[in-house]
């Protein structure tokens, strides 16, 4: 693009018209109803999940009071004081039913793009099976269509009326697709099958919610062809629906209305950068048609305004948001988690006793996850024959279980190489206004001590080898000073996963460098936890670097810049989330990996 020429600086991107079908699912109110599918009797009285001294979300009695997700539980229980609380802290129920949910979609997946977001959130990219199920199609009879999930079963499948659109569908009066003239051009033939294809993606969407609920669990979903499209589309119509993102307008006017901070991947610095540059100050509900429609918006302009930053490109990208287009992949199906992270915190532990105590928790905790989610039985006993790729590296060994009673083999389907400790001070209310939230967040990264992966071995010995020998030398390393240790979280985290599927990420050096250092400015921003410890890495020997695999930046694409007054946005999933809330927020990111 001529940068200097003003009339390309504003022009509409042109782009080649994207044939994709992309779902989006996104369960209703999900720790609740995990929650209420334990507690039946829950569904029907107002239900908040707390986590601390917030509600982490609520059902939808409760919203129909006012509460809202988020909400601190003095304010929620005064908009309705028969609020039902229930505990949300422990979050395995969360990720257990998450699992199963994910499972449940990759199972009809062709292709393995399947990719979760958070806990409750699965992008499908359902091309392939909808291409298939166009050529099927019966025009003559569209009301009697048959769906077939299965390329070898013809019989595997579902009846559905292809002569309209499952659930609801934007804009609310889009013509019958299929009941256009037939001397349209070849541009109407193309538009008319594209809408032909979402169709068919809102019946595949509308099972998948059915096969969804045979689970027990509501969901709304969006189809769309891109994944910023059938995310956003699929808020339209929450919770219990979906919404289908009909193609014949530009997705433009369907963003246009929406506030920018609406728009994963526009974030609040790019919004106040947007505001600076329109002179609007005080709008804060800027929409995405004001700052689009703005002479003073360009590609050229917004990335003199961003690349500050350092991410060359931003301009363009965030001018290609504005308009809707993402060409971002949904991303191919993992095997295995690309961290483990548990935490916990604190109100200033003093004593290394404590602290001590708070180590064998939280890796008692880890290594049980750790068991769950890398570790199979190998009934086949076909040891070399991985189940998941890996081309850097053999698979791990199997071991036979001595330990804990158990009989026959098991095998690790990945190992982390890299063990990370975090810490960070604690910080009485009375002085958490001086501080940035995570001020003095601080980590430290060494290489996994092998004897972790003796699945012989019992629990308890090889918790307490790790921190003696591993987790307290890092926490020394981390806070010199021990006369005066107020500690307000610990993290230990496991990750650079060995013999895993890395999800097809890997191998491009870009992309790879765009993630370390979108891994680095999380650190710095959304975490808070840049620090001196980060420069002391490479004085340890046994200190590794860490690399940009081991990061939860998965959802990169979804993440933006920054923190501010009062509340900081989360780089992730784009919410603005309120100091106090931070806290719970980030380990909720750091679990959905698992
Ligand atoms: N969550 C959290 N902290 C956040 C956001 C979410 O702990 N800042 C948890 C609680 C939610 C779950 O993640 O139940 C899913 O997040 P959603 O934003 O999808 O919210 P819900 O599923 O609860 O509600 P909705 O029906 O609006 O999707
Ligand atoms: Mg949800
Ligand atoms: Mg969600």
């Known amino acids: 693009m001529d940068m200097d020429n003003p009339d390309s600086k504003r022009k509409a991107p042109r782009r080649k ?3 994709r079908v992309i779902l989006h699912f996104d369960l209703d109110c999900f720790y609740a109803q995990c929650i209420e599918n334990a507690n039946p009797h829950l569904k029907l009285v107002p239900l908040g999940i707390k986590q601390k001294s917030i509600l982490a979300t609520c059902n939808y009695v409760a919203r129909s009071h006012g509460v809202r997700k988020l909400m601190g539980i003095h304010e929620a229980k005064r908009l309705c004081p ?6 949300g802290e422990d979050l395995s129920p969360f990720r257990d039913v998450s699992k199963k949910i994910y499972s449940l979609l990759k199972s009809y997946s062709w292709n393995g793009r399947v990719e979760r977001l958070g806990l409750d959130e699965v992008f499908l990219d359902v091309t392939d099976v909808v291409a298939y199920n166009l050529e099927l199609l019966n025009h003559h009879c569209l009301e009697q269509s048959w769906f077939c999930l299965s390329r070898e079963d013809p019989e595997r499948g579902f009846g559905f009326d292809a002569s309209a659109v499952a659930g609801c569908s934007w804009p609310l009066d889009d013509p019958d697709p299929i009941s256009k003239d037939d001397d349209d051009d070849d541009d109407d033939d193309d538009a008319l099958r594209l809408r032909l294809r979402l169709l068919l993606g809102s019946h595949l969407a509308f099972y998948l919610r059915q096969q969804i609920e045979h689970l027990g669990y509501t969901s709304a979903c969006g189809i769309a062809t891109n994944k910023l499209l059938a995310k956003l589309a699929g808020d339209k119509n929450k919770p219990q629906n979906q919404t289908t993102l009909l193609s014949s307008h530009s997705p433009a006017s369907f963003l246009d209305p929406l506030p920018l901070s609406k728009i994963p991947g526009i974030g609040s610095k790019t919004i106040t950068a947007l505001k600076n540059l329109l002179k609007t100050d005080n709008d804060d509900n800027l929409t995405v048609r004001a700052a689009r429609t703005n002479p003073a918006v360009s590609p050229a302009a917004l990335e003199r305004l961003l690349a500050g930053g350092g991410e060359r490109g931003i301009g363009q990208r965030i001018w290609l948001l504005l308009h809707g287009i993402d060409t971002g992949e949904v991303k191919p199906a993992r095997d295995v988690p690309r961290q483990i992270s548990i935490e916990d915190t604190y109100r200033g532990l003093a004593s290394l006793s404590h602290i001590r105590e708070g180590l064998v928790q939280i890796t008692a905790s880890l290594l049980r996850r750790m ?7 190998d009934s086949t006993e076909h040891v070399t024959t991985s189940s998941v790729s890996s081309t850097s590296s053999p698979a791990p060994p199997a071991a036979t279980t001595t330990g804990a009673g158990k009989k026959g083999r098991r095998r690790w389907t990945a190992q982390p190489k890299t063990l990370r400790l975090t810490t960070r001070p604690y910080y009485p209310p009375s002085e958490r206004d001086r501080y940035e939230y995570n001020h003095g967040r601080v980590s430290k990264s060494v290489a996994l001590p092998r004897f972790v992966f003796d699945l012989g ?5 090889i918790v307490d080898r790790l921190v003696e020998g591993t987790l307290l030398p890092l926490f020394h390393a981390l806070n010199p000073d021990s006369k005066r240790l107020s500690i307000g ?5 496991v990750t650079n996963m060995d013999g895993g599927n890395d999800g097809g990420g890997g191998g491009d050096i870009v992309a790879a460098f765009r993630r370390q250092k979108e891994v680095e400015e999380v650190r710095a921003v959304a975490y808070g936890c840049l620090s001196d410890h980060d420069h002391d890495e490479e004085e340890d020997g046994d200190v590794v670097e860490e690399e940009a695999e081991e990061s939860d930046m998965e959802e990169a694409e979804w993440v933006e810049e920054e923190d501010e007054q009062d509340g900081m946005r989360c780089r992730l999933c784009g919410c603005v989330i309120p100091f106090f809330a931070a806290e719970a927020h980030g ?3 750091e679990v959905g990996e698992g």
């Open 489 to 493: 979280l610990l993290n230990v985290c």
């Open 82 to 87: 028969d609020l039902v609380l229930a505990d």
């Open 587 to 589: 380990r909720w990111h």
């Open 17 to 19: 018209r994207d044939i």
């Open 371 to 377: 068991h769950v989610d890398l570790v199979e039985d």
């Open 457 to 461: 071995a019992e629990t308890e010995v």
